[in-house]
């Protein structure tokens, strides 16, 4: 192998080194950032499932409204008994209050739900921007000695377990 230019301990050594490295930076940034991840994606589905229950309770307010338009009908339909023009005014009067509700109610429960979930995103994609920017200006601001591994690893776990406590 000397007659190629390789030194099979200098070869050794930087396999090793190359395997302890990826070790570290498994411990140090590949877990803590999963985690983060992990954390994110709880927070975005529970998002999903309040704006889900927003869906639902627009859903039953719609039946609400139907129940409302109903009786506004029947309400109609005896006044029509008693008598018929006073009784087609308030009954048209009724439907377009009742139809102008429903539809006032479904744009805004609408609106939060897009507005939540547009939060929602953006706040993640904020988020791990900043980890990825972090975590990148952290491996490229220290040189590769044993020393600054050390501070480097010291560093990122300080200021990991102080997010944690944020």
């Not at 930076?25 to 998002?47: F, N, Q």
């Not at 102008?100 to 939540?116: C, D, H, M």
């Not at 980890?131 to 050390?150: N, P, Y």
């Amino acid at each position: 192998m000397e007659g190629l230019g390789i030194s099979l301990p200098t070869l050794l050594t930087q396999v090793v080194t190359f395997i302890i490295l990826l070790v570290i930076l498994r411990l140090v940034a590949y877990k803590p950032i999963m985690r983060m991840l992990d954390e994110r994606s709880r927070r975005i589905r529970e998002s999903m499932e309040q704006a889900e229950a927003i869906r639902e309770q627009s859903a039953r307010a719609g039946e609400e409204v139907k129940k409302q338009l109903e009786a506004a009908s029947r309400e109609g339909q005896e006044r029509i008994a008693r008598a018929v023009k006073a009784g087609e005014e308030v009954k048209q009067k009724a439907q377009e209050e009742a139809r102008q509700g429903a539809e006032a109610l479904l744009n805004r429960a609408r609106a939060e739900i897009k507005q939540e979930r547009n939060e929602a995103i953006d706040a993640v994609r904020r988020e791990f921007a900043d980890l990825t920017i972090m975590a990148a200006g952290k491996v490229i601001s220290r040189s590769l000695d044993k020393e600054g591994h050390r501070e480097l690893i010291e560093k990122v776990l300080e200021e990991s377990s102080t997010l944690k406590k944020e």
